[in-house]
């Protein structure tokens, strides 16, 4: 494991981080993107439902959060965003999942 300076004392003793150039970002996305064109018609449909379930979740979250809320405005705001975010951050693990597994193959 190369290096990165991001040494802890405790049981995760190293961080490793993706840092890529943007040419390399830029060829990754392209990549994602023609791998989603190669998805079956019943991949992408259950891709759909999921994503709809986990933005429906962090809209639940957000409202469980903001509701009833006694911290102010700006702070009840700020939570319920860093909530509604945990269905947008589900969206994006469950694509690059699909991703990762379609590259293997």
Same mark, same amino acid.
């Given at each position: ?6 040494? @802890? ?5 190293? $961080?490793? $981080? ?9 060829? =990754? ?19 759909? #439902?999921?994503?709809?379930? $986990? #933005? ?13 809320? !006694? $911290?102010?405005?700006?702070? !009840? ?7 509604? @975010? ?5 969206? @994006?693990? =469950? !694509? ?8 293997? !193959?």
């Amino acid at each position: 494991m190369p290096d990165d300076g991001l040494k @802890s004392e405790g049981a995760a003793s190293h $961080f490793q $981080f993706d840092a890529y150039a943007p040419r390399e970002i830029s060829k =990754r996305v392209k990549l994602a993107a023609v791998a989603k064109t190669e998805l079956s018609v019943g991949q992408l449909l259950v891709l759909a #439902i999921l994503a709809g379930a $986990f #933005i429906a979740f962090g809209a639940l979250t957000y409202t469980l959060v903001v509701a009833d809320s !006694t $911290f102010g405005t700006g702070p !009840t705001k700020l939570l319920g965003g860093l909530a509604f @975010s945990v269905g947008l951050i589900l969206v @994006s693990e =469950r !694509t690059c999942r699909q991703q990762h597994g379609r590259q293997k !193959t």
